[in-house]
């Protein structure tokens, strides 16, 4: 048992409120009951409220730990990078569903919202990692709600919350300047609107796989194409590879964001175009 002796009883109160009074912030309840009485799947809005929660209350932990006299300090509280392997054995209740969800979470694009994420989350590995940490290391508090009194409450909710973390830097533009292209997305329908105009845009790139990025429409393109990740340094260029005057480059790429810069051939130009990115 790693139990945090010195903890804060407020902190536990709060938790344990925050769990106990569903749809009663007032009383210090998650706002969103998760399971409403005709609710079959969590409700809208809590897996998001889940991730947000926790992740102030961790932020509460670090700075009450950071306060403390250094021989007070808790030791053993270093959120975990990944899944520990004693927690993915069958003895613990690892099965193939929850192996498939932990690669899910290799690639955040596999999420289309933050509270998807948190729904995904709470319901399944969440619950596992409580569970399985429990019973393998013999730590009964872990699975009653003065869980935070167990350090590895904190080395687990930690990584959920570094799941959370990647989750919001996948899907913050890496730069506002650039517009999103989503892979197999809708055409992005556009125009230059001035003479000179240099039309920029980003797709992110989930896994090494063969794509075309191609525009249509009357006007003459060309279509310079970034290094992944890197803004500044050219890969490919096209002019009249698609239908027409249209560019197109169609090329391996890894994975990692790629950038593309659009103008007409004719700087003085203005009209529209549609551009894409398909496998
Ligand atoms: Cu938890």
Same mark, same amino acid.
């Given at each position: 048992?790693?139990?945090?002796?010195?903890?804060?009883?407020?902190?536990?109160?709060?938790?344990?409120?925050?769990?106990?009074?569903?749809?009663?912030?007032?009383?210090?309840?998650?706002?969103?009951?998760?399971?409403?009485?005709?609710?079959?799947?969590?409700?809208?809005?809590?897996?998001?409220?889940?991730?947000?929660?926790?992740?102030?209350?961790?932020?509460?932990?670090?700075?009450?730990?950071?306060?403390?006299?250094?021989? +007070?300090?808790? *030791?053993?509280? %270093?959120?975990?990078? #990944?899944?520990?392997?004693? =927690?993915?054995? &069958?003895?613990? !209740?690892?099965?193939?569903?929850?192996?498939?969800?932990?690669?899910?979470? +290799?690639?955040? *694009?596999?999420? %289309?919202?933050?509270? #998807?994420?948190?729904?995904? =989350?709470?319901? &399944?590995?969440? !619950?596992?990692?409580?569970?399985?940490?429990?019973?393998?290391?013999?730590?009964?508090?872990?699975?009653?709600?003065?869980?935070?009194?167990?350090?590895?409450?904190?080395?687990?909710?930690?990584?959920?919350?570094?799941?959370?973390?990647?989750?919001?830097?996948?899907?913050?533009?890496?730069?506002?300047?650039?517009?999103?292209?989503?892979?197999?997305?809708?055409?992005?329908?556009?125009?230059?609107?001035?003479?000179?105009?240099?039309?920029?845009?980003?797709?992110?790139?989930?896994?090494?796989?063969?794509?075309?990025?191609?525009?249509?429409?009357?006007?003459?393109?060309?279509?310079?194409?970034?290094?992944?990740?890197?803004?500044?340094?050219?890969?490919?260029?096209?002019?009249?590879?698609?239908?027409?005057?249209?560019?197109?480059?169609?090329?391996?790429?890894?994975?990692?964001?790629?950038?593309?810069?659009?103008?007409?051939?004719?700087?003085?130009?203005?009209?529209?175009?549609?551009?894409?990115?398909?496998?």
């Amino acid at each position: 048992m790693a139990e945090i002796n010195n903890f804060p009883e407020e902190m536990l109160t709060e938790h344990e409120h925050w769990h106990m009074r569903p749809g009663n912030p007032s009383g210090g309840g998650r706002a969103i009951n998760p399971w409403p009485p005709t609710g079959r799947s969590p409700a809208l809005g809590s897996g998001e409220e889940f991730l947000n929660w926790h992740n102030g209350f961790i932020d509460r932990f670090r700075n009450w730990v950071a306060d403390l006299p250094e021989a +007070q300090r808790p *030791t053993g509280t %270093e959120p975990w990078t #990944e899944i520990p392997g004693m =927690l993915k054995m &069958s003895m613990v !209740g690892w099965n193939s569903n929850l192996a498939a969800e932990d690669r899910q979470l +290799q690639d955040m *694009t596999n999420f %289309e919202t933050l509270d #998807e994420l948190g729904r995904f =989350l709470e319901w &399944s590995l969440h !619950g596992h990692l409580h569970s399985s940490a429990s019973q393998v290391w013999g730590d009964t508090i872990l699975m009653s709600f003065r869980s935070p009194k167990s350090t590895y409450f904190w080395q687990l909710h930690g990584l959920i919350d570094q799941w959370r973390q990647s989750f919001v830097d996948r899907n913050a533009p890496v730069d506002s300047r650039f517009s999103v292209l989503n892979i197999n997305g809708e055409e992005t329908q556009a125009r230059v609107g001035e003479p000179f105009e240099i039309d920029r845009y980003q797709f992110h790139v989930p896994n090494t796989t063969n794509l075309t990025i191609e525009t249509t429409g009357p006007s003459d393109t060309v279509l310079y194409l970034s290094q992944v990740d890197n803004p500044n340094v050219l890969l490919d260029v096209n002019d009249d590879g698609g239908q027409g005057f249209n560019s197109r480059i169609s090329r391996s790429f890894r994975s990692g964001t790629y950038y593309c810069y659009l103008v007409f051939y004719d700087r003085g130009d203005i009209g529209t175009y549609g551009i894409s990115v398909r496998s």
